[in-house]
């Protein structure tokens, strides 16, 4: 079945936001490593090569259905972060970003049909969940104790033990 066509440049378009969401995780990466936040650095460039491995999901979707693949250009991201909570807060925003995406492209492959579609964008549906939680969730923790520098360096102490952002 062909693919509509606003269907698969909205699809081609989220290739390109998870390239993108790659790309300003390795930015974060490198922000909380100049800073010396070797925990944060490493949960956001784990965080780098999930965004890598959605692209590839939908980059292999595309070729599967015998669609056509553009490789769009990828913005730099804006940098400008004050402090961890200004960077987790920008991870957070830019993650609800990709949820209202992935919510429109699952509204609309169900408008025109596209069943196959449909039930490939469960996994992403259900990532976005995740993903939000991830972030919300780290960003309570660091509001709760903001005025306290030295609980978001213990903050840093565990996710740089923590064995599920392994490098
Ligand atoms: Fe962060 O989930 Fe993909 O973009």
């Known amino acids: 079945m062909k693919m509509d ?5 909205d699809l081609n378009a989220q290739l390109n936001r998870e390239f993108y969401a790659a790309y300003l995780y390795f930015a974060m990466a490198t922000y909380f490593a100049e800073i010396n936040m070797e925990g944060f650095a490493k ?8 965004e890598l491995n959605h692209a590839r999901k939908i980059y292999d979707y595309l070729i599967l259905r015998d669609e056509k693949v553009q490789l769009l250009r990828i913005e730099a991201p804006d940098t400008n972060w004050n402090n961890p ?28 049909n596209d069943y196959p579609l449909e039930v490939f964008l469960h996994w992403f549906v259900n990532e976005q969940v995740e993903e939000e939680h991830l972030f919300q969730s780290m960003l309570d923790k660091m509001s709760y104790i903001k005025d306290c520098t030295c609980e978001i360096v213990n903050i840093d102490r565990e996710l ?8």
Do not use: P, Q
């Open 160 to 167: 740089k033990a923590d064995k599920e952002y392994i490098e």
């Open 5 to 9: 066509n606003t269907l698969l440049e």
């Open 85 to 112: 909570i200004d960077a987790i807060n920008a991870a957070l925003d830019h993650e609800k970003f990709v949820t209202e995406n992935i919510h429109r492209l699952y509204k609309n492959s169900k408008e025109k």
């Open 43 to 50: 949960l956001t460039k784990n965080h780098a090569k999930e």
